[in-house]
């Protein structure tokens, strides 16, 4: 029979902790952030007789969410960096599970 090892393994290691911005929500900002300064452009200025208000406001959503998006990467870019400075470093271990799991295979444990 194979004997188990029951000492539980304190391997401890050393993990690095930084909280980093996710991209995609700073992305989708700059563009709500563009469609609305593209409304403002549009629909906040004297109206043209050879424009319509929808078409100008069409050509500046392209524009301006375009660069909400490019404008607001490169401030989650910014924050990224930032981060990288601010780490921290923290010390774990395995700690081992003191009450069976919940389930049909430990129900005669009880």
């Known amino acids: 029979m194979a004997s188990e090892d029951t000492t539980p393994n304190s391997a401890r290691r050393e993990i690095t902790v930084r909280r980093a ?24 200025r004297q109206a043209d007789p050879a424009f319509d208000a929808g078409t100008v406001f069409g050509f500046f959503l392209i524009v301006c969410a375009g660069g909400g998006v490019i404008l607001f990467s490169i401030l989650a870019l910014i924050l990224d960096r930032l981060s990288v400075k601010r780490t921290q470093r923290a010390v774990v271990e395995p700690v081992p599970d003191s009450v069976p799991d919940e389930g049909p295979e430990n129900d005669d444990v009880r």
């Open 21 to 44: 911005p996710k991209f995609v929500p700073f992305m989708i900002l700059g563009a709500v952030v563009g469609a609305i300064v593209a409304a403002i452009i549009a629909y906040g």
